[in-house]
C-alpha cells in the first residue's frame, strides 16, 4: 500500500510544479541571507530524489532522514549544504527539501520538520523566469517547523501508527475498486461504505498485542507531532 500513496504524492508534486506552484513555497519565513555554518549541519540520509520537470524548467524535491534531533536553525544549515552539494552536480530553476525524523513517514506524509526551498527571489511560482542554474536570482523559504524532541514517538510508536495508515489506505483502496475486503472493517453511512476507524484500531491493536486505547493515544500523539511548530 504505501507504493500506491507514494506514486499519488509523486503525480501531485509534478502537477503543482508544472503549473509552478506549490503551497509550502507560498507559506513560511524567507528573506535573509545566512551564511553556511558547516558546524550546524546535523547527520542525514537522503531517501530519494524527486524530479518534476516542464520543458526547459528543472525542480527537484529531495526527501531527506533527519538522524538526529535537529532544531530549526541546524535544519537551515543542512538545507542550505544538500542544496550547495546540488548545484555541484545539477542545474535547476527550483528545489526543496522535505524532512522527516521516521523513514516510515516518508511515502506516507509529506514531511514532519517541515520544509525549505530555494526558489527565484523564494517564490517557487517564479521558477520560469530564470534560466536553471542562474543562482544569483535565488532565494530561501524557511518552511520548517522546530519541535520538542521529547514528544517524539518511538520506533515502535511510529511502526504501530504507520500500520494503522496502511491498513485504512488499503481499505480505501479497496473500495474505491470494489475489491473485496472484511465486512467488520467497512462501515455504510447513507449507503456509502467507509473505512471503520474503530475496527481498524482493533485490527491494529491485537497485530502489535496492545489495546485500542494505546493504539488511540499513539495515533494522537502523532497527530500532535506532526503538526507541533515551535517557531509559530
Do not use: C
Not at 558547516?38 to 547527520?43: A, G
Not at 484500531?201 to 489495546?211: D, G, L, M, R
Amino acid at each position: 500500500m504505501p507504493a500506491k500513496k507514494r506514486n499519488r504524492m509523486t503525480e501531485i508534486f509534478i502537477i503543482l510544479m508544472a503549473l509552478g506552484v506549490i503551497g509550502l513555497f507560498v507559506f513560511g519565513n524567507g528573506g535573509e541571507e545566512i551564511e553556511l555554518d558547516e558546524s550546524l549541519v546535523i547527520d542525514y540520509q537522503i531517501l530519494e530524489r524527486e524530479e518534476a520537470h516542464h520543458n526547459d524548467v528543472r525542480r527537484y524535491l529531495f526527501h531527506v532522514l533527519v538522524e538526529e534531533p535537529a532544531s530549526y536553525e541546524e535544519l537551515q544549515h543542512t538545507s542550505i549544504k544538500i542544496v550547495e552539494e546540488a548545484k555541484a552536480e545539477l542545474e535547476f530553476n527550483g528545489f526543496a527539501v522535505s524532512y522527516y525524523d521516521h523513514e516510515e513517514y516518508f511515502g506516507r506524509l509529506d514531511y514532519t520538520l517541515g520544509q525549505a526551498v530555494y526558489a527565484p527571489y523564494g517564490d517557487g511560482s517564479r521558477v520560469d523566469e530564470v534560466e536553471a542554474g542562474d543562482y544569483d536570482k535565488m532565494e530561501y523559504f524557511w518552511s520548517l517547523r522546530a519541535k520538542d524532541w521529547n514528544s517524539q514517538l518511538s520506533e515502535e510508536e511510529v511502526s504501530i501508527w504507520a500500520a494503522w495508515f496502511d491498513l485504512r489506505q488499503e481499505i480505501n483502496q479497496a473500495i474505491t475498486d470494489s475489491e473485496p475486503m472484511e465486512e467488520e472493517l467497512i462501515m455504510e453511512v447513507e449507503g456509502h461504505d467507509f473505512p471503520d476507524s474503530e475496527a481498524i484500531t482493533e485490527e491494529v491493536a491485537e497485530q502489535f498485542e496492545i489495546s485500542p486505547a494505546e493504539v488511540e493515544e499513539i495515533r494522537e500523539k502523532n497527530d500532535v507531532w506532526i503538526f507541533m511548530n515551535l517557531e509559530q
